[in-house]
């Protein structure tokens, strides 16, 4: 049998999945200045009480693509990781029309543009950016990003959007809104506005720095860099309720199968 290269798999997925793109991977965490304003700096991985919960540990990938294949019909999630550098931003593309989930370091709009190229997109088929908190490290790219895309609107938790500087003015989201058939689900904590976007036909969970990966399992947010620890734990007992097979982190490999299982595990050992 011929390789599948990454090409012909999206190729013959069709045009009606979403996809999502990814570039190498250092733990580097997000903070806020005393001022407000977004910033972001580096972190250890120090798991949060509990520890990790995992599975097993595996090599650090240059690129992860998953989802279903069950496309159009289903409206089943494809999706791609590319790692900016420190962080983890994502594509996701439907019918054409594609959605970004967090907008990297400054200076990642090079890659972003090369991510989408990669899978046959450019800035004007983006319709969506979509904000998981403030920190530097996951807006930093937001002004350019949004300049390149014109038709893109921005989303963003209530709470978060004074902090974030974009071009144009961001919507709020939270509990229960959708946006591109994703559900947001608020999950304060390590910033007061975090939101988590979750595909429910897909089971693709990604959760920005509400939860992260670590040796193949998942752990909770920094706490040098959450504002609130207490109300961080509390969000991921509220995601251990949802139905998942795959979660994605801003910080972190993805954990791919049994995914709610394992936040499940982690919430119960946070108590």
């Not at 990938?61 to 289903?74: F, K, L, R, V």
């Not at 895309?149 to 004074?162: M, Q, V």
């Not at 990966?213 to 969000?235: C, H, K, L, W, Y």
């Not at 309720?241 to 595990?265: I, K, L, S």
Request: a negative charge; glycine letters at 16%.
């Amino acid at each position: 049998m011929a390789p599948v290269t990454r090409r012909t798999f999206l190729k013959d997925l069709g045009q009606g999945t979403m996809a999502v793109a990814v570039l190498g991977l250092t733990v580097v965490a997000c903070s806020s200045d005393g001022d407000g304003t977004a910033s972001s700096a580096n972190e250890t991985t120090t798991p949060t009480t509990g520890g990790a919960v995992t599975t097993s540990t595996t090599q650090e990938p240059t690129s992860t693509t998953g989802g279903s294949g069950d496309g159009e019909a289903s409206g089943a999630v494809v999706w791609e990781r590319v790692v900016l550098g420190s962080v983890s931003a994502y594509l996701l593309v439907r019918r054409g029309e594609v959605a970004i989930v967090d907008a990297g370091n400054p200076g990642n709009e090079d890659e972003i543009a090369a991510s989408l190229a990669a899978i046959g997109n450019g800035w004007d088929d983006v319709s969506h950016v979509i904000l998981t908190h403030l920190h530097g490290d996951h807006v930093g790219s937001l002004g350019p990003v949004m300049t390149a895309a014109p038709a893109a609107i921005g989303y963003a938790g209530a709470p978060d959007i004074p902090s974030i500087p974009s071009p144009r003015p961001l919507t709020a989201v939270g509990d229960g809104d959708t946006v591109f058939g994703l559900e947001i689900i608020a999950t304060p904590g390590h910033t007061a506005g975090s939101i988590s976007v979750l595909d429910p036909v897909g089971g693709l969970l990604v959760t920005g720095d509400a939860l992260r990966g670590e040796d193949g399992g998942v752990i909770g947010p920094s706490p040098r860099f959450t504002d609130d620890m207490d109300e961080a734990n509390q969000s991921i007992s509220k995601l251990a309720g949802f139905g998942f097979d795959t979660v994605v982190f801003g910080h972190g490999d993805p954990v791919v199968g049994e995914a709610a299982r394992q936040v499940t595990a982690l919430a119960a050992a946070l108590g």
